[in-house]
Every structure is written in structure tokens, then in C-alpha cells.
T-cell receptor
Framework: NAGVTQTPKFQVLKTGQSMTLQCAQD?????MSWYRQDPGMGLRLIHY???????DQGEVPNGYNVSRSTTEDFPLRLLSAAPSQTSVYFC??????????????FGDGTRLSIL | AQKITQTQPGMFVQEKEAVTLDCTYD???????LFWYKQPSSGEMIFLIY??????QNATEGRYSLNFQKARKSANLVISASQLGDSAMYFC???????????????FGQGTILTVHP
């Protein structure tokens, strides 16, 4: 089972460039989310989606865009990369957001460096 | 204010000993869930254990158990019989209602690095 697949695994960008981090899940999960992980700060929620066509902002949304045209895919777009966006990015998914006990399944992460 | 606090940046334990990783949380919602995740040096996030706010008993999963003290708002992870492979970063996380009846959002603590010595 593929689970949650993130691509690419590593990426180096120059300041001002844009790019899309891909996330796909094959578990028919309604809920998908993007986190960034920075040293000493745990994981912080960037954007999330409770179903196709529905997205909302998390704790740190500035500089990022998302869309959810299908249940399976939830890409994260960096509009104009900044060094402060250097981080490890995780995509996660779970069943219905109303199921409190459902754990989120994480992808393996994308390590992004902005020069 | 921090919703999830892990006060131990690093912990050390001898192989085969038990260790407790601390987690305190802050919420006014009576319905919430608490999760623990393990992140080894390879980077992936591995779900370990879940405790619901209305669960009467402490959760257990193999060598992992959760010491849930609701009045104190603490949900400490206990790892029994530590193994070298338990060396990793451990995160406590909480899920509350994200408006209305939706429980989507997950808030993480800063993490605790556990090192198991042979």
C-alpha cells in the first residue's frame, strides 16, 4: 500500500522561485493537511482540507497556497520562495475529520532549502 | 498560550528500563483526542497511541501506555522495557474541534528526543 506519497523528497530553490510540493493518498481519506517542521517548534499546520473543493488556513498559511480538486491530491504551492520557508514539509491524511480517534497518516516529508 | 507543552527537550534511558515522556495540554473543549507520534532519525512520523478525553481507561499499545490525568491536563507516554530502536524524537499532539463539530486540526508539542543507552 502506498499510503501518503510526497514528491519531491528534496528540493533546493532560489529566493523568489515558485514551486509545488505534491501530495497524494490512496486511502480515500477526506481530511488532508500540510505541516512544516522546524527545529524546536514541532510541526505547525499550514493548510488543511476536509474534502474535495474545501480548504482552510492553519497556523502558518502566509506564502503558501493549496487546492483540493480531487480526494486523492492536495498540492502545496510556494508562491515566491523565501529563506524563512526552508523547512521539512509533511503531508498527512485521515478519515472523516469528525472521527476524533482517527490518527493522521504522514508522508515521508519533503526537505526544502531556499537559498 | 501553548496548547501542547513537552518540557523535556531530551531524555536518556538505559536499555530495558522504563521511561516517561511528559505532555501537558490546554483546551476548554470537553471533547478532544491526544496522540503520540515517534519520529526516528530517518524522518518519518509513526503513530504510536491515542487517548480520547472520554476514555475511562488509560490507553495501551504493546510497550506503550498513556498515563492520562484529565484533571491535571497531562498525557504522559510510558515506554516499558526500552530498546535501542526506541531512540527517536517523540511528539505529543492534540485534536480539538476545528469549528462546529469537525475534529480535523492537530496541534503538536515541540517534541522530546529520547536516547536509549545499551
Amino acid at each position: 500500500n502506498a499510503g501518503v506519497t510526497q514528491t519531491p523528497k528534496f528540493q533546493v530553490l532560489k529566493t523568489g522561485q515558485s514551486m509545488t510540493l505534491q501530495c497524494a493518498q490512496d486511502m480515500n481519506h477526506e481530511y488532508m493537511s500540510w505541516y512544516r517542521q522546524d527545529p524546536g517548534m514541532g510541526l505547525r499546520l499550514i493548510h488543511y482540507s476536509v474534502g474535495a473543493g474545501i480548504t482552510d488556513q492553519g497556523e502558518v498559511p502566509n506564502g503558501y497556497n493549496v487546492s483540493r480538486s480531487t480526494t486523492e491530491d492536495f498540492p502545496l504551492r510556494l508562491l515566491s520562495a523565501a529563506p524563512s520557508q526552508t523547512s521539512v514539509y509533511f503531508c498527512a491524511s485521515s478519515y472523516s475529520p469528525d472521527r476524533l480517534s482517527q490518527p493522521q497518516h504522514f508522508g515521508d516529508g519533503t526537505r526544502l532549502s531556499i537559498l | 498560550a501553548q496548547k501542547i507543552t513537552q518540557t523535556q527537550p531530551g531524555m536518556f534511558v538505559q536499555e530495558k528500563e522504563a521511561v516517561t515522556l511528559d505532555c501537558t495540554y490546554d483546551t476548554s473543549d470537553p471533547s478532544y483526542g491526544l496522540f503520540w507520534y515517534k519520529q526516528p532519525s530517518s524522518g518519518e512520523m509513526i503513530f504510536l497511541i491515542y487517548q480520547g478525553s472520554y476514555d475511562q481507561q488509560n490507553a495501551t499499545e504493546g510497550r506503550y501506555s498513556l498515563n492520562f490525568q484529565k484533571a491535571r491536563k497531562s498525557a504522559n507516554l510510558v515506554i516499558s522495557a526500552s530498546q535501542l530502536g526506541d531512540s527517536a524524537m517523540y511528539f505529543c499532539a492534540m485534536r480539538e474541534r476545528a469549528g462546529g463539530t469537525s475534529y480535523g486540526k492537530l496541534t503538536f508539542g515541540q517534541g522530546t528526543i529520547l536516547t536509549v543507552h545499551p
